[in-house]
Every structure is written in C-alpha cells, then in structure tokens.
C-alpha cells in the first residue's frame, strides 16, 4: 500500500511543505563511506573519537548540526573533506564556508574541537566550489529517503555534472528532518531547503531560472529564519522573483499572540544595488491547511503540524541608500 510510505501520504493530503525548513547556527558536515546505520554516528567507519565528540556538543546544546556526506567517489578516497559553515550574522545571505582537507576521517574531531575554540587555517582549502547541495540518501534511518533520494541523487548529479562540473557539488547526506518530503535537500551557503523535489523543478531551482511558482511546491524554507515566518519568505520570493536569491536578508517575530496562532512578522532585505525595504506582515495559523500525519515512516502515531498563511504584507519601511564617490 503506498500510503505506508510517509511521503506518499504527505503528498496524497496535499501538505504544504513551507515553514519546516530547521533553524541551525552550524552545519558540520564529515565525509564518510557508506553503508550509514540508522543513527549516523553508530556508522561502522565513523571513529569513536569523532562520536563521542557529536555526544558532547548535543549534551552542551551547541547550536550545531553534524552530518555525514559522500559522493560517489568517497569510498574510494584517500582524503577526507570536512565542512564547517556557519550562519553570517545580521543582514545576510546565508553562511560562511570554511572547508578542509584531511588525511583520514580520525583526525576530524581533533580539527572540529580546535574550530570551537578559535579559527583554525591548518588543512584549510581554498576551491572552485560555489554551492553544496545535499541530498538525504539515509534509507537506514527512513525508507523514504533510499527509495525517493537515492535515485533523485543520481539525477541530480548528473545535471549538475554537466551545467555547473566545477562549482557545485552534489552530496548524499545523513537525516537531516522532513522525511517525509523526500527527496528533500538543503542548498548551502544559502541554506535553503527543498523537498517534494521532480527533475525539471530541480533544474529551475538549481539556474534560478523559469516559472518561480514552482517553489509552492518545493520550498520547505529558509534555514536563517524561525520556521513561522519562513512562509512570508516564499511570499516574497514570489513577488520579486529570482532576483531575491541575491538579496541579503534578516526576519523577526516582531509579535504574537500568546498562542502563536497570530504573528507579526518583519523581513528587512538589502538589494544588490544598495537600496533596503522592510516588509511586514501578519500570519495566522491555517486550521484549512493544518495536517495530522505520521512524520516518517517508522512513526507510531500521527502528530499535528500547524502551517501559517499570509495576511496583510505592507511595506514598512523603505530607504535608497546614498552613494558617495
């Protein structure tokens, strides 16, 4: 029965998938070989070093997400890559990337630990690279992701390979949330999330190029912002366009009902040319567009997820900056 798949459920209710995009400060991300076992860090080839390290930051409630990539090539290398982006503060785009090369997968806790407490430029690397896209592929951990994200990864891939070979790179990744909208990915240094995600969407989403509505149906959000106002976000992506995505931009809760079932929302942008606007809006949770589902496939009871629509979007404020020669 297909509605065994959480996916498929998802889809077949017509959830909106805006607003489930997580909000991390940090991500790091440790090339590994698969096989994964369904908690990452219990993978045969992660040390026990790098493990107890991941143990330690949870347990200190660091805002950081660590998660484990490889590409087609991983298991067959003999170097390991290590990713460390970190959100940028204030009017912003995204993260920053800082990437390294090391020697083996054993050596990555000692780099990390030295990273918290400072910079570190030692096997730092500088690349061609522009953008890391990742795709969860983490079929041990939910059987959507190997049935929908295994062969989406493949695809993706490939189009990468042939549009953009040098600076893009394309990953398979451990569980990262929203499995139940594989294939689900998350674009960095943007990142952005996506999910629901069909071959021809893709390529709009990876050239920034074509009908921009599609994003109703694939955008789960912005990483950067808290997820109720992340669909005022789509709104506006919607309103201006691609052009957005070279736009810096920072949102708040400026208010809300003490059961966040009303919201002010803010979002400041800057464009390119200089100039900032600041939008915003009231939310209110949909009961229409609410849904009760199985999160993922292994879940043994339903669970409510709220979903906001927007109302009222007014400009609150705009100034043109002046330029000085």
Known sequence: MSNSFCSDNSRSLGEDIIGSAANHQTYILVECPQPWASEAFD??????????????????????????????????????????????????????????????????????????????????????????????????????????????????????????????????????????????????????YYGALEPDIFKAVLTRTGNIECLNQVYRGWGVLPPEIQVLERDL?????????????AGRIVDSSEDNSNIIAELTFEKPDGSIYCHQAQLFKDAKKTVELKGSCGATKKSVFTKYTVTNVWLASQKIASYTT
């Open 237 to 249: 992506i919607l309103r201006y366009g691609w052009d957005w995505f070279s736009y810096k931009v």
């Open 43 to 192: 993978s045969k080839w992660v040390p026990s070093n790098l493990k107890n390290l991941v143990e330690e930051v949870k347990r200190a409630r660091l805002p950081i997400k660590f998660l484990l990539i490889a590409n087609d090539v991983s298991h067959k290398s003999n170097r390991t890559t290590l990713l460390i982006y970190q959100r940028k503060d204030g009017l912003g785009s995204g993260y920053r990337k800082q990437e390294y090369s090391l020697p083996n997968i054993e050596q990555v806790a000692g780099l990390v630990k030295k990273w918290l407490y400072g910079n570190v430029t030692e096997h730092e690397v500088e690349t061609s690279v522009k953008r890391d896209i990742l795709v969860c592929t983490h079929g041990s951990h939910d059987r959507c992701c190997a049935r929908y994200g295994a062969p989406f990864h493949f695809y993706a891939s490939e189009l990468v390979s042939n549009l953009y070979p040098d600076t893009v790179r394309m990953w398979k990744t451990t569980h990262f949330g929203g499995h139940r909208f594989a294939p689900t990915a998350i674009d960095l240094p943007d990142g952005r």
